[in-house]
């Protein structure tokens, strides 16, 4: 009963900032010079012509009708056509989202993977030469670009060993294989972009897990885990990762935000085809309803990430649904 | 290039000799001058002022090292204590001097194309030749005196240079033969990180784009700064209401992702280098906001606060003498910080070819321009993006320094 009051409460402390987000985006593309319209209104147009194209956009109404037409509609999952792409922006944004979501969710598993071997690799002896390389790599790796990672796995991989592919999600001709051929396929093709997204992350999420851990293990009760001859497995499993990983989860949320700014530029290094690369080659069409499309569906993403956090990090540790 | 531009004494030399007859001349020791100003000489000028500094400097840390040397062999005085950050002050600054000294480390013109036929996609380190040769068209303003004539040539060997580069020995492309009467020097260079699609050496281009992504990632974290610390400070000494709008306020902005913010206005105001410091302020001022907030919040319920404010000492003197100080170790980490991220945002931009726009050198802009013939060519893209690496582990690792040292607490975690 707890959990649902408590996850009530954040979906309803959401709901103002997700109006104001919808607030933020339509005054930045109204206070901004240029309008949707100007786009398609050329020097020799008629001045009637002109006019009606700007009552289709609803420019000719004031700012405060602009603003309601614009919430109610965005409220109902419209968000306006794309010219470039000839569709609605829902379809448009909803044929991509998958993509993005393999990529960044295949980044995120291969983050979580990754960071707890690290960080258990790390406190199995602490102090010793892994635990200290580590701790100074991590710092490192965080600190490098992702898009540079992402040149040098591609300079690496794809062009000197020509192990993996470089671009987009399927080989030419992918049609024709099998089920299996082309789901390996698929994770071929999945391989350079997800590492390049969750290379900061593994480095990020390593160093708080094992700062995590070692806290942990100071505790009595692995203390006492450890007298009763338990095995180090069986302690490291039951009871020093489950207590660890709380702190980490809220770090996740935080992590969103950059895990997205990832999948962005690496979408456009590697040609594949999700929201991040839409959004820019928006702005190279100045295709404006995509753009402030990607830009909300990205702050609903990171709105909704902070929440899933929240909700496994409750789920986890009871303790917190009382605060 | 490098091998040789490293130490283009001529240049300096021209830079130096131009600024001291300038400031003689504006001085008013000879007589007054026709003009012979032109705005690209100021870049110059400035580059030989940083030198000399350094040079300066260079000198005194020699002597303060040699006399603590010897003072260290008397007995009963104990050395001074010194603090170190590490080497990524060192990194840092040295950066900065690169970049605040660039003129003289970029020998061509980092725009210019060089012969396109012998001189594209060259590996690192591979040698070539350089051509450079003074228009003899105009020789300025004939003049009498010393301080003129000096002024005169320096300036035109600074302003009429004409450089050319070729991986074999007919240096100029057929296009730009060096006019008749021009002085003319030819010599063998390296290439020290190859040479790009058009032709260009990239040392010289990672070195003049250094100049532009360090000017914009600091103005961008000095205006993050601004913004962030004013709201900051105003949401930590307010009240609950406005502390709660403002709060609320800067949670809307972190939930934008950075940077779909920055693209999305970037679309609609078009990029300059003032649109993209101001784009990315505004997107990165609200970790700062948060940090001086809490920063504000905890310290003015202190009790050396309460101390000073019974002493009815007056809020401004409470501001700028207990307030300020103690929140400066907070300030400088989070300075630090955003200033890594907004050099890594510039560069993103860049790399996305939303930035600055070529022909200007930017990192990111290498970078992106690079992934185009990244199979056949990996050093235009991996040089630029080393720097960056370099330089954004150094300012993160002097930030976790800054952190300790402003919180000393948390030095054992």
């Avoid at chain 1, 402030?292 to 899933?308: D, E």
Wanted: glycine share 10%.
């Amino acid at each position: 009963m707890t959990l649902v009051k408590f996850l009530t409460r954040r979906v309803l402390h959401a709901i103002p900032m997700i109006f104001g987000l919808v607030t933020l985006v339509f005054f930045l593309s109204r206070l901004l010079p240029g309008d949707p319209a100007s786009l398609y209104v050329v020097p020799g147009i008629p001045p009637r012509v002109a006019e009606q194209l700007r009552s289709q956009f609803g420019l000719d109404h004031s700012l405060w009708d602009q603003y309601l037409a614009w919430l109610s509609s965005t409220l109902r999952g419209e968000l306006g056509y794309s010219f470039a792409h000839g569709a609605p922006v829902r379809d448009v944004l909803l044929h991509v989202f998958p993509n993005t979501l393999l990529l960044g969710g295949t980044a995120l598993v291969l983050e979580c993977l990754l960071a707890v071997v690290l960080a258990a690799l790390a406190v199995r002896s602490v102090g010793s030469w892994f635990d200290r390389a580590l701790s100074r790599m991590t710092l490192v790796v965080y600190s490098l670009p992702s898009f540079w990672v992402g040149i040098l796995f591609l300079s690496i991989f794809s062009f000197s060993f020509r192990v993996l592919p470089s671009s987009q999600m399927h080989s030419a001709g992918g049609e024709q294989l099998g089920l299996a051929a082309s789901f390996g396929d698929l994770l071929k093709h999945l391989a350079l972009p997800a590492l390049t997204v969750a290379t900061p992350g593994i480095a990020a999420l390593a160093a708080y897990l094992r700062t995590s851990m070692t806290e942990t293990m100071r505790q009595d009760y692995v203390v006492a885990a450890v007298g009763m001859g338990l095995s180090r497995g069986r302690v490291f499993r039951s009871y020093i990762l489950p207590n660890s990983v709380g702190p980490v989860i809220s770090v996740l949320g935080v992590e969103a935000g950059v895990l997205l700014t990832g999948v962005l530029v690496s979408e456009t290094l590697f040609a594949w085809p999700g929201m991040g690369r839409l959004a820019v080659m928006a702005i190279f069409s100045r295709d404006y309803p995509v753009i402030l499309g990607c830009t909300l569906s990205g702050g609903v993403l990171i709105v909704g990430a902070n929440i899933l956090a929240d909700f496994l990090r409750a789920w986890i540790d009871p303790r917190i649904r009382l605060t | 290039m490098a091998l040789v531009s490293l130490v283009q004494y001529r240049l300096i030399a021209a830079s130096l000799v131009s600024f001291l007859a300038w400031c003689v001349l504006e001085s008013g020791l000879r007589a007054p001058f026709g003009s012979y100003w032109n705005p690209a000489l100021v870049e110059y000028w400035f580059a030989g002022l940083v030198w000399i500094v350094t040079a300066l400097w260079l000198l005194r840390s020699i002597i303060v090292y040699v006399r603590r040397k010897v003072r260290k062999s008397v007995p009963g005085i104990p050395p001074a204590i010194t603090r170190s950050r590490g080497a990524s002050t060192w990194i840092i600054g040295l950066v900065v001097y690169v970049a605040a000294t660039s003129p003289f480390l970029t020998l061509i013109d980092p725009n210019v194309q060089g012969n396109l036929v012998t001189t594209r996609l060259l590996p690192p380190l591979s040698t070539g030749y350089v051509r450079e040769y003074l228009d003899p068209g105009s020789p300025g303003p004939e003049v009498a005196g010393r301080v003129h004539r000096a002024f005169t040539e320096a300036n035109h060997y600074l302003l009429h240079r004409t450089v050319l580069l070729s991986g074999t020995p007919p240096v100029d492309p057929p296009a730009a033969r060096p006019p008749a009467g021009a002085a003319i020097r030819e010599y063998r260079a390296v290439f020290l990180f190859g040479t790009d699609d058009n032709a260009r050496d990239v040392f010289c281009r990672v070195v003049a784009g250094t100049r532009v992504s360090l000017g914009i990632g600091i103005s961008a974290a000095l205006g993050a700064l601004l913004i962030g610390g004013a709201v900051g400070f105003a949401a930590g000494m307010s009240g609950v209401v406005l502390d709660g709008v403002l709060m609320r306020l800067t949670d809307l902005f972190l939930a934008i992702p950075g940077l779909f913010l920055v693209i999305g206005i970037l679309a609609f105001v078009g990029q300059s280098i003032t649109t993209i410091v101001v784009v990315l302020s505004l997107s990165g001022w609200m970790g700062i906001a948060r940090v001086v907030r809490g920063e504000v919040v905890t310290l003015r319920e202190r009790e050396f606060i309460l101390a000073a404010r019974l002493l009815r000492v007056s809020t401004w003197k409470i501001i700028t003498r207990h307030l300020l100080p103690n929140l400066r170790p907070v300030i400088a980490t989070a300075a630090v910080l955003q200033f890594a991220n907004a050099v890594l945002g510039e560069a993103s931009l860049g790399f996305l070819g939303l930035g600055i726009q070529p022909p200007t050198a930017t990192w990111g802009n290498m970078m992106g321009e690079a992934t185009g013939y990244l199979a056949s060519a990996w050093w235009v893209g991996v040089f630029p993006g080393l720097l960056l690496a370099v330089v954004l582990v150094a300012a993160h690792s002097l930030g976790a320094n800054l952190a300790v040292e402003g919180n000393p607490e948390r030095a054992g975690r």
